[in-house]
């Protein structure tokens, strides 16, 4: 049985310029084949059990060829499997997907392309560049710059005639070739040259001068692939219209956790940061429940939201009605712990967001009468520090996938608003087993502070009020900082 093909643009470098279709095949692929520019987040919107294969081309250095990268499309296929070829910016723009469909086409193979933004058009968007503009560049003509031999050479008599914008891909190679090309043809010397370095990524650079001028200056800026030239008028427009690389995040990497609402990420994006998610530990594992008589219980703690719904299934797999509990006294620790309990239709005897909190802790210890504490096993510990009643631990709290998608160097700040994030990126940092202790965080409450401290985060910064735009401007106040001090 024959599986299927997407051939998918993954855009040029920001995870956010995917299409909703792109986006949706990668939730749906058995298999990923992937290049060496796509944004690593991409492979996050994977399902935890997707086979991932790189298969990225580095200049000058040993690849998987073409014909391999087809034979491995064609394997997949073949048994049976959802196979996304994810490639930089769009399958058919200098990406030779047109050669990948053929071979899916000689081999009976259905398929299907979905196209994705070159960077011959956003890179340029996002270093203030307007492709066209009226009066001024009326069209656009984008070319390989990867010139190999004689026998693949530009026709550069017929290029020196556009009037229009030129877009180079792929073309650092030979910038000196491609200006003195023009040049000799009657280009005008002083023409508006501008290369865009790493277009839509974080460590994007742009810069711009003359076709007289460009490559001393590149050189002298160190500008390398993987880069864009862009040649004409409209590269007057860089400085006026560049607003991308004018936000106060701009080429600044965040890491948070994934959230379903994701609000905090958007305010980081929209700032101009490239934001990394960790993903958050969804893989819960109940342990077995060993509970006393709920009649000789006076109070419950509970101080996680899946600890309530495994205290749930206990009552229901012993038989017992939930009504049993209107003797207890129950306290929630933690807002999702509070607003789960509460949507159950429970009214608490108490509530607190820090079951840690020096008040509450005086409070507790002064309680009458049997309680015990619920709780999970990343948070047994504090607990057990923090409240003197017998703990039971309702389930473990694992990762779906061991695999993550960047590394401790890849990110410059870090922003834990919550205990549960902060618990969560403990758990992250002891899978990868790479030193993040000297990493900057931006924290919320002393609930957060307190579980870092303990496992060892001391570079911490506090917002000054507890709320998701605070932690927003405290990245931009640490950026701005740094940035007057280097």
């Not at 294969?53 to 087809?70: A, H, L, M, T």
């Not at 050479?153 to 070739?177: E, P, R, Y």
């Not at 890491?255 to 530990?281: H, I, R």
């Amino acid at each position: 049985m024959s599986g299927f093909v997407s051939l998918v643009g993954a855009g040029p470098g920001d995870e956010e310029l995917i299409s909703i279709k792109g986006a949706r095949r990668l939730e749906e692929a058995d298999v990923l084949i992937y290049d060496r520019l796509v944004n690593p987040m991409l492979l996050t919107y994977t399902k935890a059990n997707c086979e991932k294969i790189y298969v990225g081309k580095i200049p000058n250095q040993p690849c998987v060829s073409q014909e391999k990268i087809e034979e491995v499309l064609v394997a997949k296929a073949k048994e049976g499997k959802k196979v996304v070829r994810l490639k930089s910016g769009d399958p058919y723009i200098f990406g030779r997907g047109g050669e990948e469909a053929q071979t899916l086409i000689q081999e009976g193979i259905p398929f299907e392309v979905v196209p994705g933004i070159t960077s011959a058009i956003a890179g340029l968007a996002y270093a203030g560049i307007p492709m066209t503009f009226r009066n001024i560049a009326t069209s656009f003509h984008v070319f390989t710059g990867h010139l190999q031999d004689a026998s693949e050479a530009l026709n550069w008599d017929a290029i020196s005639h556009l009037k229009g914008t030129l877009v180079f891909l792929m073309g650092m190679k030979n910038l000196q070739t491609i200006c003195e090309e023009l040049m000799v043809r009657g280009y005008d010397k002083e023409t508006p040259v501008a290369i865009i370095e790493w277009a839509t990524h974080p460590q994007q650079r742009s810069i711009d001068g003359k076709l007289e001028t460009i490559v001393e200056l590149a050189e002298k800026l160190q500008m390398k692939a993987p880069s864009l030239i862009v040649i004409g008028d409209v590269v007057a427009f860089r400085e006026e219209l560049n607003y991308h690389e004018k936000l106060p995040l701009f080429s600044r990497t965040v890491l948070v956790q994934e959230t379903p609402n994701a609000k905090l990420p958007k305010l980081l994006k929209d700032a101009g940061a490239t934001v990394y998610a960790f993903q958050s530990p969804t893989k819960l594992l109940a342990k077995e429940l060993q509970l006393p008589q709920l009649s000789s219980i006076d109070g419950l703690v509970v101080t996680d939201p899946s600890s309530w719904n495994f205290f749930v299934s206990y009552l229901q797999q012993e038989d017992l009605d939930i009504r049993s509990l209107s003797h207890l006294k129950i306290v929630a620790s933690g807002h999702h712990t509070i607003k789960t309990i509460k949507e159950a239709g429970i009214r608490l005897y108490d509530q607190i967001n820090d079951f840690a909190e020096e008040n509450f802790v005086k409070q507790m210890r002064e309680q009458e009468g049997n309680w015990i504490t619920l709780t999970s096993d990343i948070k047994e510990k504090a607990v057990a520090e923090a409240l003197p009643f017998p703990i039971h631990t309702t389930h473990s709290v694992a990762f779906e996938s061991e695999s993550f998608s960047y590394h401790a160097e890849d990110i410059q700040l870090i922003c834990l608003p919550n205990s549960a994030a902060a618990y969560h990126f403990v758990l992250m940092a002891e899978k990868t087993q790479e030193n993040w202790k000297e990493k900057p965080i931006v924290i919320m409450g002393d609930n957060t502070r307190s579980v870092l401290e303990k496992a060892g985060y001391h570079q911490l910064i506090e917002t000054e009020v507890r709320t998701l735009k605070s932690v927003c401007e405290a990245c931009q106040t640490f950026f701005r900082r740094e940035s007057e001090n280097d």
